[in-house]
């Protein structure tokens, strides 16, 4: 009885053009896509196949027609990439998410659907959070494992860095990009009108904790999301005395960590901003003496100077991880920021057209009501924002889980307005 019931449960609000396996299969792997990729990768992977079959060619939406583009482009690149074989095992990275974005789409359709999804991710994000106040507050270290190895969680006691909130994230950054687009979904599930106690409960003591985890992974841009979605999931009516209180919070906060701020106006704001975030922001805790090649804005300079050598198929991917230690004497896996990236491994042309698209669709769908729409709309929208720019200063993209849940967010954004196929 009570698989039949959870089966009801995951049927309803099935769209139209959704099979009902592949509407199963898709739910199950977004709440399992934070826990474990394997199993998130065999449930999406049904879903993606029955999501393609039956429908209209891809190029009959012609923004499926810039991702063929662009993957025309990678693969070219491969040829004469300076990485060797690891460019070809970047493809990896971004082919098959192409056809994901239009494979995911039928599952997204229609708000209802998209709040289905949204749910899913926020409930796959509750481990993460366990797992994470786990690790700094009681100790847990891993790994812990079942189904014979299939799900390995590898927690390290203390967080990883050290004293920094990892949870099933290999590192804190990571885990914050997570925390972060997860972030709007709770704020949504807390704000939904009509919830019974029992469920209005639920939601915020997931919101909560989550912010307390969020707070704990100590990233600057995941402190940063938190903000920028308060304004966003709560909609306009409440701006006149929300976005006051925002701005008044940045200030205190910016008073207790510029440099070069008086005293007399610096040590009040520090008795009301913790000194976890003031010295974290201030960069007293972290790297004040860091080496400048272990900075961002040298390994955007190094980047920037290889784009100009190699400016129309770039040098491959991973090409960054080869090079900047023989120029620097320092090792960095990417030069922290995605369109960067983009550009130096695959060329100038690639990164125009995908950071173009990806803001095409964010513009788009606000033009078409997303972003002062149904609650969870709104949020979709505000997680896929928020993703988008975590991306400007690191790229979480690389790991495979955000990889999937940012196709997920920008196929959802592909299908509000005017429906472009069938």
């Known amino acids: 009885m009570r698989l039949a019931a959870l089966d009801q449960r995951l049927l309803a609000h099935r769209p139209p053009d959704a099979s009902p396996l592949g509407w199963r299969c898709f739910q199950l792997g977004l709440g399992l896509l934070a826990s474990s990729a394997f199993l998130a990768a065999l449930l999406l992977l049904v879903a993606l196949i029955l999501g393609s079959l039956r429908r209209r060619p891809p190029l009959a939406d012609r923004a499926n027609g810039v991702l063929l583009g662009v993957a025309g482009l990678m693969v070219l690149g491969c040829f004469g990439a300076t990485s060797g074989w690891l460019a070809w095992v970047g493809l990896g990275n971004w082919l098959p998410f192409f056809w994901a974005f239009w494979g995911f789409q039928p599952y997204l359709r229609g708000d209802a659907a998209r709040r289905r999804a949204a749910l899913a991710l926020l409930a796959g994000t509750v481990p993460v959070i366990l797992t994470g106040l786990g690790q700094l507050w009681w100790g847990w270290q891993g790994p812990f494992q079942i189904f014979g190895g299939l799900v390995i969680w590898h927690l390290k006691a203390g967080g990883s860095p050290h004293g920094r909130l990892a949870g099933l994230f290999d590192y ?32 915020l003591g997931i919101a909560a904790s989550l912010a307390v985890a969020t707070y704990l992974t100590e990233s600057r841009n995941a402190w940063g999301a938190m903000l920028l979605a308060l304004p966003l999931v709560a909609g306009p009516a409440r701006w006149v005395w929300l976005l006051p209180l925002v701005v008044g919070g940045l200030l205190v906060i910016g008073l207790a960590s510029l440099p070069g701020v008086p005293s007399l106006l610096q040590h009040p704001a520090r008795q009301v901003v913790p000194e976890a975030i003031w010295s974290r922001l201030s960069d007293l805790k972290y790297g004040a003496d860091r080496p400048l090649a272990s900075t961002r804005l040298a390994q955007w300079q190094v980047a920037v100077g290889m784009i100009a050598e190699r400016p129309w198929l770039g040098w491959g991917a991973a ?10 004497g320092h090792w960095h896996g990417h030069p922290h920021n995605l369109p960067i990236d983009l550009a130096l491994s695959h060329g100038l042309p690639v990164a125009v057209l995908l950071v173009g698209f990806v803001l095409w669709l964010l513009i788009r769908a606000a033009r078409h009501g997303m972003a002062q729409g149904a609650l969870f709309d709104r949020a ?16 979480p993209y690389f790991d495979s889980r955000l990889n999937v849940a940012g196709w997920v967010l920008l196929a959802g954004l592909r299908c509000v307005g005017p429906a472009s196929e069938a």
């Open 172 to 203: 804190a950054n990571i885990a914050a990009a997570w925390l972060a687009l997860a972030w709007p979904l709770a704020l949504a599930a807390l704000f939904q009108p009509r919830l019974d106690g029992r469920r209005r409960g639920a939601a």
């Open 319 to 328: 090409a960054f991880s080869v090079i900047y230690p023989l120029r620097t």
């Open 380 to 395: 979709w929208w505000a997680s896929a924002l928020i993703l988008v720019t975590l991306h400007a200063t690191d790229i």
